[in-house]
């Protein structure tokens, strides 16, 4: 049985309703007003309903015409996107990226890319996770996304592409009245084995999850994110290293302290990293813009003018 609802006969009915008269949507189509009728009629003797109050001189739907009509707009839009989508995909652009950044970044420059990517290609869908330690390279090996910037180390096998951005420094910060900051510098291991250790824990699924500055021997509690760490450790929940960058303002207000240890902990290397195989037009773009990005110590990630 054909279905009686079309997207020609929505169009008709959305034409009616906009234009107020059959004759008007008969001319904004380029049809003879017979014709409109017909496709009126139609459907409502297929449908088993009346959708216009015939009883008043304009076109006016009746409840359950302005019912079928608002549902079926939605179907005519769907219906318009998809044709977009498919005209999109046979040029080229992806239908949707995925992006993974890493927590020890802040987004800021990520949403500055996003919005520089949408000017020129509006209908892809962004779709942005955060990733902790090798859940970066986890994400992009597994396929779960398909552009990552944050990503720690080496890459786990051939095929990815890789745009380095610098160092990421971290330091030891403790809350400001915590009583490791009491002690003489540089503070012994010893010392800092007596509280806990805020572990942010690593987001991989299937790759083996990644360390990032424990102490081993301690307790610890484990937040999800960067934000979460920083968090914890301004209230003296615990301690431990912290992306310079991102603490800059805590420090600044005495939430946070630095102490210098026995032995410092080694700088970061992070990068933008991405799949070489099957690159659509908006991967490439992004890359592209990417590769313009640094990372500083101090200041995060920046990008440089388009």
């Given amino acids: 049985m054909i279905p009686a609802l079309t997207l020609d006969a929505l169009r008709v009915l959305d034409a009616i309703d906009r234009r107020h008269s059959f004759a008007a949507a008969a001319e904004e189509l380029f049809r003879v007003p017979s014709a409109v009728s017909y496709t009126v009629n139609k459907l409502e003797q297929d449908l088993g309903v009346a959708l216009f109050d015939r009883s008043r001189r304009r076109a006016e739907l009746t409840p359950v015409g302005r019912l079928v009509l608002e549902h079926g707009r939605r179907i005519l839009l769907a219906a318009d996107e998809l044709g977009a989508l498919a005209r999109q995909a046979a040029e080229g652009w992806e239908t949707m990226l995925r992006i993974g950044i890493d927590s020890v970044l802040s987004p800021g420059v990520v949403f500055a890319v996003v919005e520089e990517f949408q000017r020129v290609q509006p209908r892809t869908e962004i779709r942005l996770v955060e990733e902790v330690l090798g859940g970066t390279w986890d994400a992009l090996n597994d396929g779960r996304c398909d552009l990552v910037i944050g990503a720690a180390g080496a890459p786990p096998g051939p095929g990815f592409g890789l745009h380095p951005l610098g160092q990421v420094v971290f330091e030891f910060a403790v809350a400001r ?106 991967l490439k773009w992004l890359v592209a813009r990417l590769r313009t990005a640094r990372f500083d110590p101090d200041d995060g990630l920046l990008l440089a003018q388009a």
């Fill in 177 to 282: 009245d915590h009583p490791l900051a009491l002690l003489p510098q540089p503070v012994p291991e010893r010392a800092v084995a007596d509280y806990p250790t805020v572990v942010v824990a690593d987001s991989s699924r299937h790759l083996p999850g990644r360390s990032s500055g424990l102490l081993d021997g301690r307790s610890r509690l484990v937040v999800a994110s960067i934000e979460q760490k920083i968090e914890a450790q301004c209230r003296g929940l615990g301690v431990g290293y912290l992306p310079r960058h991102r603490i800059l303002r805590q420090l600044n207000e005495g939430c946070l302290r630095l102490l210098t240890l026995e032995t410092p902990r080694a700088a970061t290397d992070i990068a933008v990293a991405w799949r070489r195989r099957a690159m659509g037009k908006g």
